[in-house]
């Protein structure tokens, strides 16, 4: 073990680690450590360069209007956004249906089903407005929201089928979660802290209206550049922390030891019990961590020689229904990936919750032979079975995230156990996205939790 103490050590260089080093430093705190389990920095972003793709995010990736902790880091580090295409027409597919629409419209469901979905969407909204973002279980109405599945509160507030289903459809695009796996309470909270349904579920205007050039992971890369690289350890999995009077050890798997005035820990609330604290975490954080479970995502990426959506008048961006059979039909949501320059033409889409985990024993073949077909059906072309390459990032199985995009609650866990999420423990501090109040489980979320747990 080292002599020298530090001023603070971070776990975990993701964004949220990473924004609570650089706050460190500018604010004259200059021995600061991040010690980090992989091998690169930027926890659950991820880019990949290559010749076949030129660059492509396989984690994290989309940044909008409102987002203004990360806009702000992205621009004091020189990072540009572009815009997501979203000119043509959206498409959503179910039961063999197309039903095209623009950005500001929503699908023409049968039998009054478009009135039924603003009357959900709006619904959503009315319930999160008595709802603190910042401590939503002391919400008058927070043990009833919390005491029900969102599937259950479809099924109780809207006989439609086809509203049903659509919500079930947004509830794993927000949260790669089924309905019938988290809280209303959650969902509601969820939604309300990214500014509504209009703002969290659209790309213009909305959550997904930018990407970064060059990748999400410059973000990352550009903030390990201002903290110096020569203070960020790889290969450094945390697995004992231990206070003493004043200072703390903070032990490695791989058999190295630190001291240090104060700790951030930075990563998935998940993965928190994986390290033996003395003195122990209080009970309720502890069980919180138990109860927290991160979603389950596989990102995919399918290459064409041109960008053959354009030509059909629709923008790349396709929500399907499973249509009874979701290992037929993959992804559920879909965005233009191509570049900004209209390169390296792709459709992105998501494989979420029980499909990730049904598909995942699939090879990627496999998988990319099954997305192919689906979107042949669901954009109408064959042109989608024509694809010159595929990528693809399965969360689930990555050992320090354990799943994406966020953790979950699950009914009870807010109201009994979210009053310990933030509560620091004597020395130690807790960041992440899933401790923020403003744009959770996206990177804006990252940077504000990290630069309030550095404060």
């Known amino acids: 073990m080292s002599s020298e103490i530090y001023d603070a050590i971070i776990v975990g260089s993701g964004i949220s680690g990473l924004a609570a080093a650089k706050w460190l430093k500018e604010n004259n ?19 990949k360069s290559d010749p076949k793709v030129n660059w492509v995010d396989l984690g994290g990736s989309y940044v909008g209007p409102t987002q203004d902790h990360l806009l702000r880091i992205a621009k004091e580090l020189g990072v540009e956004t572009f ?26 469901l049968e039998n009054g089903g478009q009135e039924e979905l603003a009357k959900l969407l709006i619904r959503l909204d009315e319930l999160g407005e008595n709802v603190s973002i910042r401590e939503p279980w002391t919400s008058p109405n927070a043990v009833e929201l919390d005491s029900m599945t969102f599937k259950e509160f479809l099924e109780k507030e809207f006989s439609c089928k086809g509203v049903r289903d659509f919500g079930h459809l947004i509830h794993n695009a927000f949260l790669a979660a089924g309905a019938q ?32 050039h060059g990748g999400s992971q410059l973000i990352s890369e550009g903030l390990a550049e201002k903290i110096g690289r020569e203070n960020i350890r790889f290969g450094s999995a945390v697995n004992r922390i231990e206070q ?22 930075a990563m998935s609330p998940c993965l928190i019990p994986s390290i033996y604290f003395e003195p122990a975490l209080d009970p309720l954080k502890a069980q919180l961590y138990q109860r927290m479970p991160m979603g389950s995502v596989i990102k995919t990426i399918v290459y064409y020689e041109k960008a053959w959506w354009k030509d059909l008048n629709m923008c790349g961006t396709l929500m399907v229904d499973g249509d009874g059979d979701e290992e037929a039909n993959p992804v559920e949501y879909t965005f233009d990936d191509s570049k900004p320059d209209g390169s390296k033409p792709a459709i992105m889409g998501f494989i979420l919750a029980s499909r990730a985990r049904k598909l995942r024993n699939l ?21 989608a079975l024509r694809f010159v390459h595929y990528e693809e990032c399965d969360w689930q199985a990555q050992q320090f995230s354990s799943g994406c995009y966020t953790g979950v609650c699950p009914p009870g866990v807010l109201t009994a156990y979210w009053p310990y999420l933030r509560k620091p423990h004597g020395r130690v501090f807790f960041a992440g996205t899933e401790t923020a109040t403003v744009w959770s489980g996206y990177m804006n979320g990252a940077v504000e939790a990290g630069e309030r747990a550095a404060r």
């Open 244 to 265: 003493h009077d004043d200072y703390v050890t903070v032990s490695t798997l791989d058999n190295q030891v630190f001291k240090s005035r104060h700790v951030i820990i």
């Open 363 to 383: 090879t990627p073949e496999e998988r990319c032979d099954r997305i192919c077909k689906s979107y042949a059906k669901g954009f109408g072309s064959d042109e």
């Open 83 to 108: 815009l997501v295409n979203e000119v043509e027409n959206l498409v959503y597919y179910k039961n063999g249906k197309r039903y095209t629409f623009q950005y500001n419209e929503l699908p023409a």
């Open 181 to 212: 796996e988290c809280s209303l309470l959650f969902m509601v909270w969820y939604i309300k802290q990214a500014f509504g349904t209009r703002r969290i579920f659209s790309t213009t205007n909305g959550g997904q209206e930018r990407k970064f």
């Open 29 to 47: 705190l200059n021995k600061v450590l991040v010690l980090e389990a992989r091998n690169r920095v930027g926890g659950r972003t991820y880019t």
